[in-house]
């Protein structure tokens, strides 16, 4: 990466739209986030990474209302903010695209765009004016859709995506959190969803990116945020930071390594010189 994160996202603000501290949430024993912060601002894609059970999918939770934290506070454009439900999310301004993507698979794009959502005109359904609303947001979004009135069933992976990702800026919301967008999708499609994401960045959104698939999160994201175990595992910027490092911090070596560096070079107290057992910067004499 020769581009830093600040010359890839000029439109970032720099102050947070989304920002989370001290965030709690337990499954009656079971901690599975424990005082974990999180940002995101305007004009930025922040990855949200980490190995299975990480506490990714519990945080997306916690941020689209699905599951309300149990402690912390959470702050939307400078505002303290209750997310108690999925609604009041999405008054917020917040749209999330979950892993399954909820499509209805009998109805054609333009029904699922608009599901839920239905314009109206003289107590029937104004289908011209939603086929119209559809293309321009295709083609603000530079979508490749062979036509809005293919059955979503009939839609590749990626095409689906584009759909779902679509639907979600009907609301015109200022955060976007994409989970797994391109899991399972081939080359050209993972191509066609990246190309989305930057789409949204450009047009001045917030996306939150959630993928086990770093070559996808050093393509397109500005920072990366690593959770391990339910904590804060390490913060990066895209252009400063190389894969294996951002591997460390998923997979916890890299805490190991900074444990064995401070054993090393630890100074031995008078009673471990004295007894033989220092270990570390001290040499043995010939």
């Known amino acids: 990466?020769?581009?830093?994160?600040?010359?890839?996202?000029?439109?970032?603000?720099?102050?947070?739209?989304?920002?989370?501290?001290?965030?709690?949430?337990?499954?009656?024993?079971?901690?599975?986030?424990?005082?974990?912060?999180?940002?995101v601002a305007m004009g930025e894609v922040v990855a949200l990474v980490g190995d299975n059970g990480a506490g990714k999918s519990t945080l997306v939770k916690v941020m689209s209302g699905a599951g309300p934290a149990d402690g912390g506070t959470i702050d939307f454009e400078g505002k303290r903010v209750v997310i108690a439900t999925p609604h009041a999310a999405q008054e917020l301004g917040i749209a999330t695209v979950f892993q399954d993507l909820a499509l209805a698979d009998n109805l054609d794009v333009v029904g699922n765009l608009y599901l839920g959502r239905e314009v109206g005109r003289g107590g029937l359904l104004d289908e011209v004016e939603m086929e119209r609303s559809s293309l321009e947001l295709l083609r603000q979004l530079?979508?490749?859709?062979?036509?809005?009135?293919?059955?979503?069933?009939?839609?590749?992976?990626?095409?689906?995506?584009?759909?779902?990702?679509?639907?979600?800026?009907l609301g015109e919301p200022k955060v976007v959190m994409l989970d797994e967008p391109t899991a399972a999708l081939g080359v050209a499609q993972t191509a066609q969803v990246l190309n989305l994401i930057e789409q949204l960045k450009e047009r001045g959104l917030a996306v939150v990116l959630i993928s086990h698939n770093l070559a996808d999160v050093f393509a397109v994201a500005d920072r990366i945020v690593v959770l391990r175990l339910g904590r804060n595992g390490g913060e990066f910027r895209v252009?400063?930071?190389?894969?294996?490092?951002?591997?460390?911090?998923?997979?916890?070596?890299?805490?190991?390594?900074?444990?064995?560096?401070?054993?090393?070079?630890?100074?031995?107290?008078e009673a471990e010189v004295a007894a033989g057992t220092a270990t570390g910067s001290v040499e043995e004499t010939p």
């Not at 400063?240 to 107290?269: F, L, Y």
């Open 142 to 169: 530079s979508a490749r859709i062979p036509s809005v009135r293919t059955r979503v069933a009939g839609l590749s992976g990626g095409q689906r995506q584009v759909v779902a990702i679509s639907r979600s800026l």
């Open 1 to 39: 990466m020769t581009a830093t994160a600040q010359e890839r996202s000029p439109a970032a603000t720099g102050t947070p739209v989304l920002s989370l501290r001290g965030i709690d949430k337990r499954f009656g024993a079971v901690r599975a986030l424990s005082e974990v912060d999180f940002d």
């Open 239 to 269: 252009g400063d930071v190389a894969q294996d490092d951002v591997v460390a911090a998923i997979t916890g070596s890299r805490e190991n390594v900074v444990a064995q560096r401070a054993a090393r070079h630890a100074v031995p107290s």
